[in-house]
């Protein structure tokens, strides 16, 4: 059975500083240290779960349209999402309340919680 490791999203140049903070401060990952062969290819970011999201400095870097990464967030998402000033649509829908935003970078997410 496949296990979901990482996904590896583009950004552009000079906004590593801010995609960092979107994913430590509102979605609640850790940074990590890479290996020191990848240290300039990506930064790398944990889940307590194990699952990672790697950054690559991507100068053609384009969020888009319909392509997401979905996570499980927990109850207090919306009030860290308000406090970072980031936007975002939130429907509910068989037991979930699902929320769609952009991160700095552009690129689309999914954030599920259950209601």
């Keep these: 059975m496949p296990r979901f490791h990482h996904a590896n999203l583009g950004i552009p140049p ?4 801010a995609e ?5 401060d ?7 240290t890479p290996p020191s062969d990848l240290a300039n290819l990506a930064r790398w970011y944990e889940a307590d779960d194990g699952s990672q999201i790697h950054l690559s ?12 990464t979905a996570i499980e967030v927990d109850d207090a998402i919306e009030t860290r999402l308000d406090g970072a ?3 975002y649509r939130a429907h509910e829908r068989a037991g979930l309340r699902v929320i769609l935003c952009d991160d700095p970078a552009g690129n689309r997410w999914e954030l599920r919680r259950s209601i």
């Design 85 to 87: 000033g980031i936007s």
């Design 20 to 24: 960092g903070a979107f994913l430590v």
């Design 14 to 17: 000079g906004l590593d500083q």
């Design 57 to 68: 400095i991507d100068p053609e870097h384009r969020g888009a349209a319909m392509a997401h």
């Design 26 to 32: 509102v979605l609640g990952y850790r940074k990590l």
